[in-house]
């Protein structure tokens, strides 16, 4: 009987690896990287070596072999070798097998060569050692099963220990047990990290145990073995060690070298029409310190630029080292830029500043001699309450004549140019400046108020006398605070401030200019380490182009979170219940970023350019009327529907009508023509296990099916709704498909629901509507809550090795393209890079999906077989 025992070895690995590659890998929507499946080979290959090795040379010593084979002429070297690479060819044959995986997701996605191709060098670097160890315990026993435990037990055994015995020896010693940890060493190769150390490691264990087998063959041969082959496989054995203990952790001897970003890069269509529609030059100049950041994060931020520079004649793209001496000349050449830009901007200020610190000085003389005289006032016979406000202006006066020189030494430091200031702060000048003229202009037209008022006999000639002095100062401070604030917002003061920072993208158009800072483009969980940034390249692209669309505009929007939270949904919260993340976002796009909450203060009022009302409803209501809090709310949007304005009314579920009171919002919102069904919400039935389901209370959406301008941006980017309601009426933007496991659900707040009671949902509903008025007023209504929080609209994943990649990137998507839609800017709105962080697999349709993980789970593995079989029986017949 022909049993083709490696094609079946063969098999059963790729029918592993496909199970991996169509449950983690190939899912619409999943991000396009092989890592899974090599994690996965790595520990298969644990187990799957040592049964390549365990009959190499056992069961030839079992079945009488072994003798006939060292009687011929082959040396000790060239067996040992011959058994070595036949097993290598093997387990190569056995990886290639797996290679319909990388076509199969070439097809959906683009894949990263670089990266794979370094995943499967680290596998076989990892097999080689393996195959080495296997040989050695082969060479050992006439048992091939001994062989294969042995071998097998040695490596899991390895593995396992060195994840546990760190915890129990003193910390300085747990990073050996690390570096022998043969997971940590292939786990960088699976992310596309080529570590020279990892290199020496698995090639050191390969080659010396070659060498202990050469030994053992010699030992069969001969009675005695020649010495210098005993000490040269101890040497290397030692080398070995040398190896583990300090090439692998001498940073100073290694090698890193980053395999992925080998699919070249490419802008988004956006960005490249952007580039097209340049008619004068323009200049993107990336500050960042090359000798901190990870080498992954200059070479991405060098394509995204080269891709720039390509992309329009127009452009001029440079990356400048702050800390470097060599960057000196390129740096001053940009601050002389800047400033023959902003030179108006900058003479104007420059002289108002002066004036103004002229002014503030002469205020310090008039209050040091001013104070003299009130005191003397005191002296004369005054009332009580004149005696009290005297005895307070002598205070003030006196301060500021002994400490108001400090705010002009302030000014002064804020215009001083340095190495750690390369511009004059004039935003922060002008700042403090207005914040003291425009107090003391407001005190002292009270005092002449004061000294003209009836003052008693004794003083009333002096307070008269002084009036005018007092109305004079007051007036020359009033007039440069007027000056000074009229100056508006100074471009160039704020592009002074962030230089300070040192790192950023700074984007010079032929009349205007912006910075984008380090924190925005680089995030910190990146800029400091050697890990594989993969999201920087496309995020600074997203960034850029937004901040090169807002120099184009003349007015930019303002957006204005409303709501009635007791604390700021701008900054920090518990459990990122805020909106930081999309704050960021817009003000990546220079739009301005406001918050009112009705409550606290009346309706704001804004300069030109179009204005975003954010309404976020509360998330718990106590009772079944509206709060106070909550009906203000309510008025305030009301109000701001009548005066025609652009908003994004966020709804949350209700418990109102299942109780027979009619939800506020839904009736506001059926105002504007749109219906609510804030009562019952959208859940989902999954399987998470065998006879183990569970509901969700949200639902992932990939797909938008909707032609409307925002839901085209959004579609394909993964989007996150927890809590969604059904709506009715407008434009649909997001809409979800009729499926028996979706229902909506009256008890949606039960932990535990009663699913067989449950109808499914047998029509299409939408979750996301527009609505355009004939007034040209826009409105869009979203059903769910929470959708724009940090917690949802900021969350990521961990890929290994430092990788990050955006879990929901739809929502950043679909808050931004509605915000541009709202405020009239609809040919900004296109499918942005934001959701490309990572390459995901696309258009894969759920039949296509079943298709291919039938063909490579089930039909790879069986053609295997059957090919060899076939072979095999052809060759047997001759």
């Known amino acids: 009987m022909i049993i083709p025992t490696g094609a079946i070895v063969a ?100 894949v990263d060569y670089g990266a794979v191709a370094s995943g499967y060098f680290g596998l076989l670097l990892l097999g080689s050692a393996v195959i080495g160890t ?83 063959i010699e030992r069969t ?55 097209q529609e340049l008619q004068a030059p323009w200049k993107i100049v990336v500050l960042i310190d090359a000798y901190q950041a990870s080498k992954p994060v200059l070479r991405q931020v060098d394509e995204v630029l080269r891709r720039y520079e390509k992309g329009s004649p127009f452009i001029n793209v440079q990356r400048i080292n702050p800390s470097d001496p060599d960057s000196i000349e390129a740096y001053d050449a940009l601050l002389r830029d800047l400033v023959e830009l902003y030179g108006d901007e900058l003479k104007t200020a420059e002289f108002a500043i002066k004036e103004g610190v002229y002014q503030f000085s002469m205020l310090i003389t008039f209050a040091s001699s001013t104070s003299a005289w009130a005191e003397s006032l ?30 002009v030494d302030e000014v002064d430091k804020a215009m001083r140019v340095n190495e750690g200031q390369p511009l004059p702060q004039i935003s922060f000048a002008r700042d403090i400046l207005v914040a003291a003229s425009g107090q003391w202009a407001q005190e002292l037209a009270e005092v002449a108020l004061w000294l003209s008022q009836g003052r008693s006999e004794s003083i009333a000639a002096f307070c008269s006398k002084e009036t005018i002095q007092f109305e004079l100062m007051a007036a020359k401070l009033a007039e440069v605070d007027e000056r000074l604030r009229r100056l508006g917002a100074l471009e160039l003061g704020q592009l002074a401030s962030q230089l300070t920072l040192g790192e950023g993208a ?23 380490t050697n890990s594989i940034a993969i999201d920087q390249r496309f995020r600074g692209e997203q960034i850029i182009s937004s901040a090169m669309r807002s120099l184009q505009s003349d007015v930019l929007p ?28 817009l003000e990546s796009s220079r739009f301005g970023v406001e918050e009112w909450i009705p409550t606290e203060t009346p309706r704001p009022k804004f300069g030109d350019g179009p204005v975003v009302w954010i309404i976020i409803p509360p998330t718990n209501r106590a009772g079944l009327e509206p709060s106070p809090r909550e009906q203000t709310l309510l008025d305030a949007v009301y109000n701001l529907l009548a005066d025609n304005q652009p908003i994004m009314l966020n709804i949350q579920p209700s418990l109102l009508p299942r109780y027979g009171h009619k939800d506020p919002w839904n009736t506001l919102a059926s105002s504007f023509g749109v219906s609510i069904d804030s009562e019952h919400v959208l859940v989902e039935r999954v399987a998470v296990g065998q006879n183990a389901l569970e509901i969700q209370r949200g ?116 808050f931004l393209a509605s ?33 291919w993980a039938v063909i490579l789970v089930l039909g790879i593995p069986a053609s295997l077989i059957g090919t060899v079989t076939i072979v095999t029986i052809r060759r047997h017949r001759r």
């Open 819 to 851: 915000v541009e839609w709202l405020a009239g800017l609809d040919g900004w709105i296109a499918a942005g890079p934001i959701g490309q962080q990572t390459t995901r697999v696309e258009g894969l349709s759920e039949s296509m999906y079943l298709t």
């Open 699 to 814: 639902q992932m959406i990939t797909n938008t099916n909707s032609e409307h301008i925002i839901s085209r941006a959004v579609n394909g980017r993964q989007l996150y709704l927890p809590l969604p309601i059904a709506l009715e009426g407008g434009e649909s933007i997001i809409t979800i498909q009729p499926s028996e496991d979706r229902w909506l659900d009256q008890q949606w707040e039960r932990e535990i629901a009663d699913i067989e009671s449950k109808e499914p949902l047998e029509t299409e509903i939408s979750i996301a509507t527009a609505v355009e008025n004939s007034n040209g007023g826009r409105t869009i209504v979203i059903g769910s809550g929470g959708w724009l929080l940090s917690w949802v609209a900021d969350r990521a994943i961990s890929l290994g090795g430092g990788q990050i990649a955006m879990v929901n990137p739809g929502n950043s998507e679909l």
């Open 378 to 407: 005191m002296e004369l016979q005054v009332t009580s309450e004149e005696q009290d406000t005297l005895r307070a202006l002598v205070a003030a006066l006196s301060l500021l004549g002994s400490e108001g020189h400090l705010i």
């Open 221 to 275: 041969r001969q009675a005695t073995t020649s010495v210098w082959k005993v000490v040269l496989c101890g040497v290397l054995l030692v080398i070995s060690i040398i190896a583990l203990n300090n090439l692998s952790l001498n940073n100073h001897l290694r090698l890193r070298i980053d395999a992925t970003g080998t699919r070249s890069y490419t802008l988004s269509d956006q960005t490249s029409r952007l580039l």
């Open 11 to 110: 098999a059963l690995f790729t029918f592993s690896c496909g199970i991996v590659f169509v449950s983690k890998v190939l899912p619409p929507n999943s991000i396009a990287s092989m890592q899974p499946v090599f994690e996965f080979a790595a520990w298969l290959l644990l187990l799957l070596c040592p049964a390549i090795t365990m009959r190499l040379i056992a069961e030839e010593r079992r079945v009488g072999t072994w003798e006939l084979l060292l009687s011929s002429p082959v040396t000790s070297f060239e067996l040992a070798k011959g058994k070595f690479l036949s097993a290598l060819l093997f387990l190569l044959v056995v990886l290639l097998s797996t290679i319909p995986l990388v076509v199969v997701l070439e097809l959906y996605a683009s």
């Open 558 to 585: 303002t957006v204005v979170f409303v709501h009635t939270e007791a604390t700021s949904l701008l900054g920090q919260r518990p459990n990122n219940i805020d909106v930081r993340a999309v704050k960021g976002l």
């Open 134 to 216: 296997g040989l050695v315990i082969s060479a050992l026993t006439t048992s091939q099963t001994v062989a294969y435990l042995v071998t097998a037990f040695i490596w899991l055994t390895l593995s396992l220990s060195m994840k546990v015995l760190p915890v129990y020896v003193p910390t300085r010693f747990a990073d050996i047990f690390f570096a022998i940890d043969p997971d940590l060493r292939i786990a960088s190769f699976s992310i596309g990290l080529i570590d020279t150390a990892n290199i020496v490691y698995f090639l050191t264990i390969a080659i010396a145990s070659g060498w202990i087998v050469i030994v053992g």
């Open 506 to 528: 700074i984007i010079l158009s032929p009349h205007r200019a912006t910075m984008i800072p380090s924190s925005v483009l680089f995030p910190k969980n990146f800029s400091r």
